[in-house]
């Protein structure tokens, strides 16, 4: 089992839908948990931290977070055509390092 | 966010040679800074753990004497790839953690995509 998972997608949504993001991790010792955006051949952008259980919103995106079902979500609401990305979980792990999953592709479509 | 800057962004080099990438933190001081490798269509993968004023610390199967870091200050950690080879082609990227509202978060540099013919 992978530690951090996510499906590779593509997942395509039409303009002005909501894109859902899954991913589930292995250790249940977690605290931190990230969701960062990569464009095509650029470095990874943090979008959303989220460390206690429940739901964040920020702008369009809101995270959540279930540690008993070690399961973080990322939606997009009023999904653009910019937001056509690589979407990357992260859940940081003992000694502050960051593990990845493999990242889910978005297609918004016009 | 923070900003964290790398240098260079490209790099094509000979196999055999070394090529020294820079990673600074702009407007924060970074103890810790972090630096990925990431090949094509595939994740991030942590190769070590910089740490200023001390040794680095690596990842499991990563060669500490081919790939040399060095965290002089609390703004520069360089990674040098010593004797490139072919297969060492790769997108680096740096990091470093910092404080956020709540607990801390990862901030990376924008990346060097290094060419090794």
């Known amino acids: 089992q992978k530690e951090v998972e996510q499906n590779s997608g593509p997942l395509s949504v039409p303009e002005g839908a909501i894109a859902s993001l899954n991913c589930t991790y292995s250790d249940r010792g977690s605290q931190s948990f990230f969701w960062y955006r990569q464009y095509s051949g650029k470095s990874p952008e943090l979008i959303m931290s989220?460390?206690?259980?429940g739901d964040k919103e920020d702008g369009r995106f809101t995270a959540q977070l279930n540690k008993a079902s070690q399961y973080v979500s990322l939606l997009i609401r009023d999904s653009q055509p910019s937001d056509s990305a690589t979407y990357l979980c992260?859940?940081?792990?003992?000694?502050?390092?960051?593990?990845f999953g493999g990242g889910t592709r978005v297609l918004v479509k016009p | 966010g923070a900003v964290v800057s790398q240098h260079p962004s490209r790099v094509i080099c000979k196999s055999g040679t070394s090529v020294k990438i820079e990673c600074r933190s702009l407007?924060?001081?970074?103890?810790?800074m972090f630096w990925y490798r990431q090949f094509p269509k595939q994740s991030l993968m942590l190769m070590a753990t910089s740490n200023e004023g001390s040794k680095a610390t690596y990842e499991q199967g990563v060669e500490k004497d081919k790939f040399l870091i060095n965290h002089a200050s609390l703004t520069l950690s360089t990674l040098t790839v010593t004797s490139a080879h072919p297969e060492d082609s790769s997108f680096y990227i740096c990091?470093?953690?910092?404080?956020?509202?709540?607990?801390?978060?990862?901030?990376f540099g924008p990346g060097t995509r290094l060419t090794v013919l």
């Open positions: 990091s470093a953690r910092v404080p956020g509202l709540v607990g801390y978060e990862q901030f």
């Open positions: 992260a859940v940081e792990r003992a000694g502050n390092k960051l593990t």
């Open positions: 407007d924060f001081q970074a103890t810790t």
């Open positions: 989220i460390y206690s259980n």
